[in-house]
C-alpha cells in the first residue's frame, strides 16, 4: 500500500483565476459552491456540534464567526502586535470585507478586539487588503504616532459595480489617532487613483530611511508598482517589476534581511498563481537589490515560501527584537479555487483559519540565497502534553499509539536505500483515510487525496518539493490541528502547507517506508493549549438613535440622544456629547448593566478636565454594586484620547457605565464614544 501508485501528483490545467476578496467568488459561485461542499462535506446546515467534535482548529488563529480571507501585515504598538485582516460579518448572505483587529505579544496567542476599519463608511463601500504603518515623524499630519493605513477600495462605484466587484480599484488613505483600534478614511478621494488599470490594490507601504520618505507596492495585473511619497498623500510612480506567467499579482512584499553569512539582501515577495508554470499559487518571492525606485532580482525565477496548496495572502514582519536577522511570517490557509469548501461554517459558524506564525530567515545555499521557516518558538510555550515514542525501525508500516487530532510531530528519519518514507496523519481506524507527509525519490510530498480534500476536480490533492536524493536522513516537523497540516522539512526551505478536513474522529497515526527500511528516532508528539479568541464585545457607539438599550438619563439630559458630530478622534457620525445646548446641563447617563467578562474595557474620552471627587465633575465611571471602581475625564479638549481599562479583577461582576457631568463653567461638558470590553 506504500507504492508510488498511493500517491497522486496533480496534473496542473489551466483555469481561470479567481479574485482572492470574497466579492467575485461569492456573487459568481457562492450557491454552487455551497451545494457541492454540502454534497462533500454533509448537510448545510446540520446541529451545532459538540466542543469534542468542533472543527475550529485548537491552536491556530480562526476568526471568532463568519468569514475572513487576507491578512494584513501586523505592526508593532506599545508592546504588541497588531493584526488586521479581512472580514465580513455578512457572510454568507452578503458581500464585503471590513478591517477587524487581534493583538497579540507573542504571536501565537491572539485577543480579538473587535472591527477597526467598518465598511460601508464612506462613498467607496468595502475595504479590501493593505497596511499600516506608524508614522513617528507625522510626515502625514495626523500627530506623531498616528496609524496610517492605505487601502483598496473601488473608487465611488455604481450599485451595479458594488454587486459584481468591478468598480475601479484604487488606492485610499485611512487613519487612526487612538492606536490603531478605529480607523477613519481621509475623505472619499483616492491618493492614489486608478488611471485605467484592470487590476490596481493592495498597497504595501514603508519606509525608506536613507531617503527619508515613503514607499509603496501595488500589484498590477502581471506587475508591482512601485510609488514614493514624502507625506503618505502625494505619490509618484517610481518603476514597475514585471513577472509574467504567475496569474494576477496580489499581495506585495518588500523587506530586507541580513543572511547567515552576514549579507544584506532585498525580497520581493507577492502571492501569485504559479499553477499556471506548474508551481504552486502560494507566496513567490526573489532576492535582490532595491536602491528607493527600482527592485532588481538576482534571477528572474521565482522561490516559493511554500508548496502546499493552501498558504495564500501571506504578510511578513518586523521583529522588532532583531529587525534583520528574521522575520515572523503568516498566511490565510485557503484558496480560491475552494474557498467555501468547508465544515467549519454549518458546524462552528466561521470560515476562516490562518497558518501558524512562522520565523524566517535567510540562508545562503549552494544554489543561491532563499528563505527557510519554522514555526515560531513561542508555539513551544504553549504546550501542554510531550509524548516521547523513542526510536522505532519501519520497513512497511507501523502504527503509533498515539491518537490525536491537533499536535506537532517531530522525528529525524534515515535510511540506507529505499523509495518512499514519510508519516499517514488523521488515519481512520478502518486504515482506509489518510494524509500523507512524506518523501519519495526527489520530491518531498502532502497528499491528501484520501482524506479531507476541499478541492472536487483532482487538481489540487498532492503538493510537491525539492528533493536531494543523494540525502539519507531527514528532519521532519508536522503540525496537525483539526482542519490543517503544515509539513516542515529539515530546515525549513522547503514547507506544505493545505487544509485537511478530516474526519474528527480519525487521529490515527502510522510510519511508512517501502524499497528499504528507515529509522525514525527523537520521535516526539506535542500538544498545545487551545487558544481560540474571546470575541471582542461593543457596548456602545453612539451610531443610532438612542444612547443603547436599558440606557437612562437624569437631570439636564432626560430625552436627549447621541449627537451628530465628527470630532478629532470620534468614530462614526456620532457621539455622546453632554454639552446639551449649554456647560450648565448636568446630570448622568447610565447604561444597562453588563457581566465583565473579558480583561479590558476601551472607550474614548475628550471634554472638561474635572475628576471625580472633585466640585463639578465630568468623568466617565465604571459602576460595581453602584460604587466607581474605575473613572477617567477629559483634558479640556474637543480631541477623543483613548482610555484602557484593566478588568482582570473585576470577572463576572456586573457593572454599569456612568457618564457624570455636575460643571456648570468652562469644559463643563464631557464626549465619549466607543465603548468595547475585549481581552
Known amino acids: 500500500m506504500f507504492s508510488r501508485s498511493s500517491h497522486h501528483p496533480h496534473t496542473p490545467a489551466p483555469q481561470a483565476y479567481r479574485r482572492r476578496n470574497p466579492r467575485t467568488a461569492l456573487r459568481l459561485g457562492l450557491v454552487v459552491l455551497l451545494a457541492l461542499a454540502a454534497t462533500v462535506l454533509g448537510p448545510t446546515a446540520p446541529p451545532k456540534a459538540r466542543a469534542a467534535d468542533t472543527y475550529r482548529d485548537v491552536y491556530h488563529f480562526t476568526v471568532p464567526d463568519h468569514w475572513k480571507n487576507d491578512p494584513q501585515r501586523p505592526i508593532y ?27 497579540t505579544t507573542d504571536n501565537v496567542v491572539f485577543q480579538d478586539q473587535g472591527i477597526a476599519a467598518p465598511k460601508k463608511t464612506n462613498a467607496n463601500y468595502d475595504l479590501w487588503s493593505g497596511s499600516t ?95 514614493t511619497s514624502p507625506d503618505l498623500k502625494n505619490w509618484t510612480w517610481a518603476s514597475d517589476s514585471v513577472h509574467t506567467g504567475l496569474g494576477s499579482l496580489e499581495c506585495p512584499d518588500l523587506f530586507q534581511l541580513r543572511a547567515d553569512d552576514g549579507t544584506l539582501h532585498w525580497v520581493l515577495g507577492m502571492s501569485a498563481n504559479g499553477y499556471l508554470t506548474g508551481a504552486p499559487n502560494t507566496y513567490a518571492y526573489w532576492t535582490g537589490t532595491f536602491n528607493g525606485t527600482t527592485f532588481i532580482p538576482d534571477s528572474t525565477a521565482p522561490r516559493w515560501l511554500d508548496h502546499g496548496f493552501d498558504w495564500y495572502g501571506g504578510v511578513t514582519w518586523e521583529d522588532p527584537a532583531a ?49 527557510a521557516s519554522q514555526p515560531v518558538a513561542a508555539l513551544a510555550s504553549h504546550a501542554t502534553r510531550t509524548t516521547s515514542l523513542g526510536t522505532v525501525t519501519v520497513n512497511g508500516s507501523t502504527p503509533l499509539s498515539y491518537h490525536g487530532n491537533a499536535y506537532q510531530l517531530d522525528a529525524d528519519v534515515s535510511w540506507t536505500s529505499l523509495d518512499n518514507v514519510g508519516v499517514q496523519l488523521r488515519v481512520s481506524a478502518d486504515g482506509t483515510r489518510h494524509a500523507d507527509a512524506g518523501i519519495y525519490h526527489d520530491y518531498s510530498y502532502l497528499n491528501r487525496a484520501q482524506t479531507g480534500s476541499p478541492d472536487t476536480t483532482g487538481q489540487h490533492q498532492e503538493s510537491h518539493a525539492p528533493w536531494d536524493r543523494t540525502k539519507t536522513s531527514a528532519h521532519l516537523k508536522i503540525l496537525v490541528d483539526r482542519t490543517t497540516i503544515e509539513y516542515f522539512l529539515d530546515d525549513g526551505r522547503y514547507v506544505h502547507s493545505s487544509e485537511v478536513f478530516a474526519n474528527p474522529a480519525d487521529g490515527g497515526i502510522n510510519l511508512f517506508a517501502s524499497g528499504g ?163
Open 77 to 103: 504598538v506599545n508592546g504588541a502586535f497588531q493584526y488586521y485582516y479581512l472580514y465580513n460579518a455578512d457572510y454568507d448572505q452578503t458581500v464585503g470585507t471590513a478591517w477587524r483587529m487581534a493583538t
Open 517 to 679: 527500511a528507515a529509522t525514525f528516532t527523537n520521535l516526539t508528539i506535542t500538544e498545545f493549549a487551545n487558544v481560540a479568541q474571546r470575541p471582542a464585545k461593543p457596548l456602545a457607539d453612539f451610531e443610532g438613535t438612542s444612547y443603547g438599550a436599558g440606557w437612562t438619563t437624569t437631570g439636564s439630559f432626560a430625552g436627549t440622544a447621541p449627537s451628530a458630530e465628527i470630532l478629532t478622534g470620534s468614530v462614526g457620525k456620532q457621539v455622546l456629547d453632554t454639552f446639551a445646548g449649554a456647560d450648565a446641563a448636568t446630570g448622568t447617563i447610565t447604561s444597562a448593566g453588563f457581566t465583565i467578562d473579558r480583561n479590558s474595557l476601551h472607550f474614548l474620552i475628550a471634554g472638561g478636565n474635572h475628576p471625580l471627587g472633585q466640585p463639578g465633575a465630568t468623568s466617565v465611571n465604571l459602576l460595581v454594586n453602584g460604587q466607581p471602581v474605575r473613572t477617567a475625564t477629559g483634558n479640556d479638549t474637543g480631541v477623543l484620547r483613548p482610555v484602557s481599562w484593566d478588568l482582570s479583577t473585576l470577572q463576572g461582576q456586573t457593572a454599569q457605565i456612568q457618564i457624570l457631568d455636575d460643571a456648570t463653567g468652562n469644559w463643563g461638558h464631557l464626549i465619549t464614544d466607543q465603548f468595547v470590553l475585549s481581552d
Open 133 to 227: 504603518v506608524v508614522d513617528t515623524n507625522n510626515t502625514a499630519g495626523f500627530g506623531a504616532g498616528a496609524i496610517v493605513m492605505l487601502v483598496t477600495q473601488m473608487d465611488h462605484p455604481t450599485a451595479g459595480q458594488i454587486a459584481n466587484g468591478s468598480g475601479p480599484q484604487a488606492q485610499f488613505l485611512w487613519f487612526s489617532t487612538d492606536g490603531g483600534r478605529n480607523f477613519r478614511p481621509y475623505g472619499d478621494t483616492p491618493v492614489i487613483p486608478n488611471a485605467g488599470r484592470a487590476d490596481f490594490r493592495d498597497p504595501k507601504v514603508l519606509w525608506d530611511a536613507g531617503r527619508q520618505r515613503w514607499v509603496l507596492l501595488a500589484t498590477e495585473g502581471d506587475r508591482i508598482g512601485f510609488f
Open 323 to 371: 529587525p534583520l536577522d528574521h522575520r515572523f511570517a503568516m498566511a490565510w490557509m485557503n484558496n480560491w479555487a475552494y474557498p467555501h469548501t468547508t465544515p467549519t461554517w454549518t458546524n462552528d459558524g466561521f470560515n476562516g483559519t490562518d497558518s501558524i506564525t512562522r520565523q524566517i530567515s535567510l540562508k545562503h545555499y549552494p544554489d543561491g540565497y532563499a528563505l
